[in-house]
């Protein structure tokens, strides 16, 4: 079964539903969500608006709609961005998405530059990428349900920057994550701002209870970075987004507004989905979907129907992938 609000399945261990078939993260949202928490993060980063007008943030650019949306909302709050555009190698940025970028960053006149975001990769993390590679091209045939849902529940607490933890991942962004959240701090500190605004539509954390939209890291105490994911701060919800896409150059064409998985956007994360469904009971990036509707941005209906196409089964091997893209060296093979 699903939950009744967002799409959460009861085939993950982690979700508990009540007898209104309503998931754990429903309930705990609706009882600890405060717009007072919200608030305060928000006059606290207009704070931070450079009144010289130098650069004051940076803002995550991935060609997608939500972040195109985010550039345009941080420069009406008065904020002076400069854009970036990590690319790791195995996440997809097509012709179409550059376009996108140029177009948005030259009607907002922000300037603009893509990071190589490999640097940012740990020791620790190319042997988890080495060993999440063994296991989707030839353990994972070998293994039952029971096996892959204990996996996928016991690398949760692995995805932060500073962890160490050498593991396969059965949903490959948790080991992504701990990269480029290090990118992130690192990027803020060179250009010398404290923001980074990011167009994701769910919140940071849970901090005291509160749902945060700001995530504070500062592994240099005295040189905190703030990471704002900007749709959850201000409430955005899908259908604002169609009247500043316009603004920003957006055709008719392309209004054509599309929600799916982290296969769209990631090679690996296309790999894991088609072969570790089955075998979980549910798509493992439908939480991040499911958050989405848990806070109103997109509609359940919307969530469904992108958990519910088949993902494509790869025409190569994630080994091949990493080490094409230089995130594992050719001798590994
Ligand atoms: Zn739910």
Same mark, same amino acid.
């Given at each position: 079964?699903r939950c009744?609000?967002c799409?959460?399945?009861?085939e993950?261990?982690?979700?508990?539903?009540?007898?209104?078939?309503?998931?754990?993260v =429903?309930?705990?949202?609706?009882?600890?969500?405060?717009?007072?928490a919200?608030?305060?993060?928000?006059?606290?980063?207009? *704070?931070?608006?450079?009144?010289d007008?130098?650069?004051?943030?940076?803002?995550a650019l991935?060609?997608?709609?939500?972040?195109?949306?985010?550039l345009? *909302?941080?420069r009406?709050?008065?904020?002076?961005?400069?854009?970036?555009?990590?690319?790791?190698?195995?996440?997809v940025?097509?012709?179409?998405?550059?376009?996108?970028?140029k177009?948005?960053?030259?009607?907002?006149?922000?300037?603009?530059?893509?990071i190589?975001?490999?640097? &940012?990769?740990?020791?620790?993390?190319?042997?988890? $990428?080495?060993?999440?590679?063994?296991? &989707?091209?030839?353990?994972?045939?070998?293994?039952?349900?029971e *096996?892959?849902?204990k996996?996928?529940?016991?690398?949760r607490?692995?995805?932060?920057?500073?962890?160490?933890?050498?593991?396969?991942?059965?949903?490959? =962004?948790?080991?992504?994550?701990?990269?480029?959240?290090?990118g992130?701090?690192?990027?803020a500190?060179?250009?010398?701002?404290?923001?980074? $605004?990011?167009?994701?539509?769910?919140?940071c954390?849970?901090h005291q209870?509160?749902?945060?939209?700001v995530?504070?890291?500062e592994?240099?105490?005295?040189?905190?970075?703030?990471?704002?994911?900007?749709p959850?701060?201000i409430?955005?919800?899908?259908?604002?987004?169609?009247?500043?896409?316009?603004?920003?150059?957006?055709?008719?064409d392309?209004?054509?507004i599309?929600?799916? *998985?982290?296969?769209?956007g990631?090679?690996?994360?296309r790999i894991?989905?088609?072969?570790?469904t089955?075998?979980?009971? $549910?798509?493992?990036?439908?939480?991040?979907?499911?958050r989405?509707?848990t806070?109103?941005?997109?509609?359940r209906?919307?969530?469904?129907?992108?958990?519910?196409?088949?993902?494509?089964p790869?025409?190569t091997?994630?080994?091949?992938?990493l080490?094409?893209?230089?995130?594992?060296?050719?001798?590994?093979?």
């Amino acid at each position: 079964m699903r939950c009744k609000l967002c799409i959460n399945s009861s085939e993950n261990p982690s979700r508990t539903f009540d007898e209104n078939g309503v998931c754990n993260v =429903c309930r705990e949202f609706k009882t600890n969500f405060s717009q007072a928490a919200l608030d305060a993060e928000l006059s606290f980063l207009k *704070t931070l608006i450079r009144k010289d007008g130098s650069t004051d943030c940076l803002v995550a650019l991935s060609g997608g709609k939500d972040s195109a949306a985010a550039l345009y *909302t941080v420069r009406k709050m008065g904020f002076h961005p400069k854009a970036f555009t990590f690319d790791a190698g195995y996440n997809v940025i097509s012709d179409r998405q550059r376009e996108k970028i140029k177009n948005v960053t030259q009607i907002l006149k922000v300037p603009h530059a893509y990071i190589d975001a490999r640097p &940012y990769i740990s020791e620790e993390d190319r042997e988890s $990428f080495r060993l999440t590679a063994e296991f &989707y091209d030839s353990q994972i045939e070998h293994m039952d349900s029971e *096996t892959v849902l204990k996996m996928f529940r016991d690398e949760r607490h692995c995805n932060r920057p500073k962890d160490k933890t050498i593991r396969p991942f059965v949903r490959p =962004c948790r080991l992504c994550r701990r990269a480029v959240i290090r990118g992130y701090y690192a990027e803020a500190v060179r250009h010398h701002v404290s923001v980074v $605004f990011l167009g994701i539509n769910e919140w940071c954390g849970v901090h005291q209870n509160n749902y945060t939209a700001v995530r504070k890291l500062e592994p240099v105490p005295g040189k905190p970075v703030y990471i704002v994911h900007l749709p959850f701060l201000i409430h955005r919800k899908m259908e604002d987004l169609v009247p500043i896409l316009r603004k920003i150059g957006w055709s008719e064409d392309d209004m054509d507004i599309h929600i799916g *998985t982290g296969r769209s956007g990631c090679l690996l994360a296309r790999i894991a989905e088609s072969k570790a469904t089955g075998l979980l009971g $549910f798509n493992p990036d439908e939480t991040r979907l499911a958050r989405e509707v848990t806070v109103g941005f997109i509609h359940r209906a919307q969530a469904l129907n992108a958990v519910s196409q088949q993902a494509e089964p790869p025409d190569t091997s994630m080994m091949d992938i990493l080490i094409s893209k230089n995130i594992l060296p050719s001798f590994d093979k």
